[in-house]
């Protein structure tokens, strides 16, 4: 189980009550919402209590970016309960009002619990048509068409299609958009999920290349490898992902 909110008391308070649970093996906690997104997509909780309020992305912002498909079972924790609606709309287990009363948190938790055991397919679907119903799009697709970087005072809205390859910094990701590059506050791993696999290739733990842009791929004999990108850019290229690349590369060519 997965513990999010940006305030350390309420944090650390939650833990406290949590942790005597048997049932319940608690994950590191997360302090914010793009913490959050990076601890749901690498460790896979089956359930998530998840505030609601929280600076830079929310807790609707975290289910919207984590997906449907890859987003665990939710408890929403909120101060307002005007967010309780909302919450059921995007198929949430439950809500919890703040302060948290003991046995309002263990009801919630017991629907948590029966909700994972039973693994509604169901909510799943319904998370899939309000996430569609939200999207500006017609025909929306699964995977971003664009991403937002924010900077200062100001958010630029950079089209997918226009990214060369994409270069990890921590929990931040460089963008290579020609002679641009643009830092967001995105991890790879968040940002891999995101991106549609048709068109995006993972080639190392710190690189993410577009297959379009790809013009040449090397390797030295004890293996080490590197992509060549059509700008001239060189990226690494890990020796596990090198036939997997190839391979993907030869079929494009051939069709």
Same mark, same amino acid.
């Given at each position: 189980?997965?513990?999010?909110?940006?305030?350390?008391?309420?944090?650390?308070?939650?833990?406290?009550?949590?942790?005597?649970?048997?049932?319940?093996?608690?994950?590191?906690?997360?302090?914010?919402?793009?913490?959050?997104?990076?601890?749901?997509?690498?460790? *896979?909780?089956?359930?998530?209590?998840?505030?609601?309020?929280?600076?830079?992305?929310?807790?609707?912002?975290?289910?919207?970016?984590?997906?449907?498909?890859?987003?665990?079972?939710?408890?929403?924790?909120?101060?307002?309960?005007?967010?309780?609606? *909302?919450?059921?709309?995007?198929?949430?287990?439950?809500?919890?009002?703040?302060?948290?009363?003991?046995?309002?948190?263990?009801?919630?938790?017991?629907?948590?619990?029966?909700?994972?055991?039973?693994?509604?397919?169901?909510?799943?679907?319904?998370?899939?048509?309000?996430?569609?119903?939200?999207?500006?799009?017609?025909?929306?697709?699964?995977?971003?068409?664009?991403?937002?970087?924010?900077?200062?005072?100001?958010?630029?809205?950079?089209?997918?299609?226009?990214?060369?390859?994409?270069? &990890?910094?921590?929990?931040?990701?460089?963008?290579?958009?020609?002679?641009?590059?643009?830092?967001?506050?995105?991890?790879?791993?968040?940002?891999?999920? *995101?991106?549609?696999?048709?068109?995006?290739?993972?080639?190392?733990?710190?690189?993410?290349?577009?297959?379009? *842009?790809?013009?040449?791929?090397?390797?030295?004999?004890? &293996?080490?490898?590197?992509?060549?990108?059509?700008?001239?850019?060189?990226?690494?290229?890990?020796?596990?992902?090198?036939?997997?690349?190839?391979?993907?590369?030869?079929?494009?060519?051939?069709?």
């Amino acid at each position: 189980m997965l513990v999010v909110d940006d305030e350390p008391i309420a944090r650390e308070g939650l833990v406290r009550l949590l942790r005597h649970d048997p049932e319940l093996e608690l994950l590191t906690p997360s302090e914010d919402g793009e913490r959050a997104v990076n601890a749901i997509l690498e460790q *896979r909780p089956d359930l998530v209590l998840l505030d609601v309020q929280m600076p830079v992305l929310d807790g609707f912002g975290v289910v919207r970016t984590v997906g449907a498909a890859d987003m665990p079972a939710v408890i929403f924790v909120t101060a307002y309960d005007e967010y309780a609606i *909302r919450a059921f709309d995007v198929a949430a287990v439950d809500y919890v009002l703040k302060p948290i009363d003991d046995s309002r948190l263990h009801e919630a938790l017991r629907r948590g619990k029966d909700h994972v055991r039973r693994k509604a397919v169901g909510d799943v679907d319904r998370l899939n048509q309000v996430l569609r119903a939200q999207d500006d799009s017609p025909t929306p697709s699964r995977y971003a068409q664009r991403l937002a970087i924010r900077e200062s005072g100001r958010i630029i809205f950079i089209a997918v299609s226009d990214i060369d390859w994409i270069e &990890g910094a921590d929990y931040y990701s460089r963008l290579h958009v020609g002679a641009r590059t643009w830092l967001i506050r995105e991890s790879m791993t968040t940002l891999e999920h *995101r991106l549609d696999p048709s068109r995006f290739f993972r080639t190392h733990r710190s690189s993410i290349v577009q297959l379009d *842009r790809v013009r040449e791929l090397k390797w030295s004999t004890a &293996g080490e490898g590197s992509v060549i990108l059509q700008s001239g850019a060189r990226t690494r290229l890990a020796r596990g992902r090198r036939d997997a690349l190839a391979g993907i590369l030869e079929g494009r060519t051939s069709h």
